[in-house]
């Protein structure tokens, strides 16, 4: 017998159950925080709880699967159920699966587990509701209780009602916070000192930039805006005149080869960034798509922290490439397999960094089942953009690291008793490697002067004149200007790079293999963020541009931010919203008891209202 739930079936109850008079937002009756919680039926899905119940309670049902998402939330949607209906005397079995395919729900079911091994998942995520409960209707009904009119006047509006939660208050601080300072941050000019230098017989050229050394004329300098550069122009040009006619000199230079390796596998998390920056789509379209190649069984499960694969997968991660060898009718992915054939990549992935069991909670990293193909002709193009983005970065890794060379050189220029230093660092890509399948990338070379130039065909030529230079070697001057650079403002986040910084506690980290090293706890989970974005837009505290996904604040949020902030700060704070996600993760985990976290939740709902 096969039955299902349609997402939630049951839900908390609202204060009025409790008591009539909660009907009304009243201080004195804050804060409110049950011994008992109670639960009832989501009356437009009564019927579908009714059908459950008959086959949950029949006779001759002797033992349930319980095959809802394998997650925290899939958890609690069943453990609702069979509360409400008080299940007893059978057997329950939990099915844990990674993929829709045949093979691993016929695998889930075999080597089901005892529901009870479960308990501590169903702990947590029954302590997350009440969580969000308590906050919520606590600190919703005290903020508006106090503060209510006065916003509602400066808005215009009759009344308002102002929402709080523990993650969308952290997040709208996180996207006031971040406007606020693009809006008060004041552009500031200064110059910087570029120098040619080369042969000018032989007609080679190459530049590289100033900066203050120990040994610099210009050290401790009031006219120094940075170690780079001046306050104002004429100090610079005046700079310049001074190391007129002076000798330079190759003080040192540095080759190395470099190697680096495919990025890590995507997460649900990496993906959404990912597609956002593409598509320019919401990370709650990305995960709708990704949810649908699941359920096509094209993909393995999408609402997943992991980016890597685990030991047992890696050991049969063949399958998967074959069935794409097989299934896949795309030109350029078989183009890719080809290569990987004809010059016999290794698909061991066993002691690479794309294999590791420690690093993997609930699910492996989102990879390509290698199965469903029967499904992608009728997808949409958008949707079949996202799967073969998500095939590709799969089959970067085993592709070899793409190698470069790299030249570093340090010219020294005499200034009487001192010595200024210029520097330029330039590296050519002698191998593409796995920049081949993610074409993203550029292979090209680059000459570093400073990091917003544009390759031209000069400064690929000077590579080669860097990497001809000898240590110690007299070079000429050809020239030397001033550059004018200024300070940035902060970029604003957009719904993907949103993602990620809520992914590390509020913190954007550009560096993807940073990202993942300091990787702890994040603000909610993969399974929530993109609804959390969603509800701000929704209730009008955010404003999500369609054609570039950037984030801004509505005057709405502003004024909510601001109560907030001048209330109860610490719910603007991404730390403090992180530990309770990890509180949540160590009763999962057995690390603490559910009385300890409640007992510390009631406390902070008790404090915060008083």
């Known amino acids: 017998i096969i039955t299902w739930c349609v997402g939630h079936l049951v839900t908390m109850s609202y204060p009025e159950k409790y008591d009539e008079k909660l009907k009304f937002w009243r201080l004195d009756t804050l804060p409110f925080i049950p011994e008992e919680y109670k639960y009832e039926v989501i009356p437009s899905v009564q019927k579908q709880f009714n059908t459950i119940q008959s086959l949950l309670t029949r006779e001759d049902v002797s033992t349930i699967y319980v095959a809802t998402d394998s997650g925290r939330e899939g958890e609690y949607i069943y453990r609702l159920v069979e509360q409400m209906i008080g299940v007893k005397n059978k057997d329950r079995k939990r099915v844990w699966i990674d993929s829709q395919t045949e093979e691993e729900i016929k695998r889930g079911i075999r080597e089901a587990k005892e529901l009870d091994e479960y308990d501590s998942l169903a702990d947590s995520a029954y302590l997350r509701a009440k969580e969000d409960y308590l906050i919520g209707i606590n600190f919703s009904r005290l903020l508006t209780i106090i503060y209510g009119r006065r916003a509602a006047k400066e808005l215009d509006q009759d009344k308002i009602s102002i929402s709080v939660g523990r993650v969308m208050t952290c997040v709208l601080g996180m996207v006031v916070s971040r406007e606020r300072e693009i809006r008060n941050f004041v552009k500031v000019p200064y110059y910087k000192i570029v120098g040619e230098f080369g042969n000018k017989e032989e007609n080679k050229y190459f530049k590289a930039e100033w900066r203050v050394t120990d040994n610099s004329s210009k050290k401790d300098s009031v006219k120094l805006y940075n170690d780079t550069g001046f306050k104002k122009e004429q100090d610079a040009k005046a700079f310049i005149m001074e190391l007129k006619d002076k000798k330079a000199t190759v003080k040192e230079i540095k080759k190395s080869k470099q190697k680096e390796n495919a990025p890590l596998l995507f997460n649900l998390a990496e993906i959404q960034n990912e597609c956002t920056k593409r598509f320019k789509i919401k990370p709650d379209e990305t995960l709708e798509i990704i949810q649908n190649l699941y359920e096509k069984k094209l993909v393995t499960y999408p609402r997943t922290d992991a980016r890597v694969i685990s030991t047992a997968v890696a050991k049969v991660i063949t399958k998967n490439l074959n069935g794409i060898a097989k299934g896949f009718k795309d030109e350029e992915i078989q183009q890719y397999l080809k290569k990987m054939s004809q010059e016999k990549y290794s698909t061991d992935l066993l002691k690479t960094k794309y294999v590791n069991d420690s690093k993997i909670t609930d699910h492996y990293a989102l990879?390509?089942?290698?199965?469903?193909?029967?499904?992608?002709?009728?997808?949409?193009?958008?949707?079949?953009?996202?799967?073969?983005?998500?095939?590709?970065?799969?089959?970067?890794?085993?592709?070899?690291?793409?190698?470069?060379?790299?030249v570093?050189?340090?010219?020294?220029?005499?200034?009487?008793?001192?010595?200024?230093?210029?520097?330029?660092?330039?590296?050519?890509?002698?191998?593409?490697?796995?920049?081949?399948?993610?074409?993203?990338?550029?292979?090209?070379?680059?000459?570093?002067?400073?990091?917003?130039?544009?390759?031209?065909?000069?400064?690929?030529?000077?590579?080669?004149?860097?990497?001809?230079?000898?240590?110690?070697?007299?070079?000429?001057?050809?020239?030397?200007?001033?550059?004018?650079?200024?300070?940035?403002?902060?970029?604003?986040?957009?719904?993907?790079s949103m993602i990620l910084a809520m992914e590390n506690a509020g913190k954007l980290i550009e560096d993807e293999e940073l990202r993942e090293q300091i990787k702890g706890a994040g603000?909610?989970?993969?399974?929530?963020?993109?609804?959390?974005?969603?509800?701000?837009?929704?209730?009008?505290?955010?404003?999500?541009?369609?054609?570039?996904?950037?984030?801004?604040?509505?005057?709405?949020?502003?004024?909510?931010?601001?109560?907030?902030?001048?209330?109860?700060?610490?719910?603007l704070n991404p730390k403090l919203t992180a530990s309770w996600e990890k509180g949540l993760d160590m009763v999962a985990k057995k690390e603490i008891q559910s009385d300890e976290f409640m007992g510390k939740l009631e406390k902070y709902i008790q404090n915060s209202t008083d």
Not at 379 to 399: H, S
């Open 367 to 406: 990879i390509p089942t290698g199965q469903g193909f029967e499904n992608y002709d009728k997808l949409p193009d958008l949707q079949k953009n996202v799967y073969r983005l998500i095939v590709k970065r799969f089959l970067a890794i085993f592709y070899p690291p793409a190698e470069y060379n790299k």
């Open 408 to 496: 570093s050189v340090t010219i020294e220029v005499e200034n009487g008793q001192n010595k200024e230093e210029f520097s330029c660092s330039g590296k050519v890509c002698l191998n593409p490697g796995y920049l081949e399948v993610l074409k993203g990338k550029s292979t090209e070379s680059t000459q570093n002067v400073d990091k917003t130039q544009e390759n031209t065909d000069d400064e690929v030529d000077s590579l080669v004149i860097l990497a001809e230079l000898k240590k110690g070697k007299e070079v000429d001057v050809i020239n030397y200007e001033t550059k004018e650079a200024q300070t940035n403002p902060p970029t604003r986040y957009n719904s993907g």
């Open 523 to 571: 603000i909610g989970t993969s399974a929530t963020r993109a609804e959390i974005m969603k509800k701000l837009e929704r209730i009008q505290y955010i404003q999500i541009n369609d054609k570039t996904q950037i984030i801004t604040p509505t005057q709405k949020g502003e004024i909510i931010y601001d109560i907030v902030n001048n209330s109860m700060p610490d719910m």
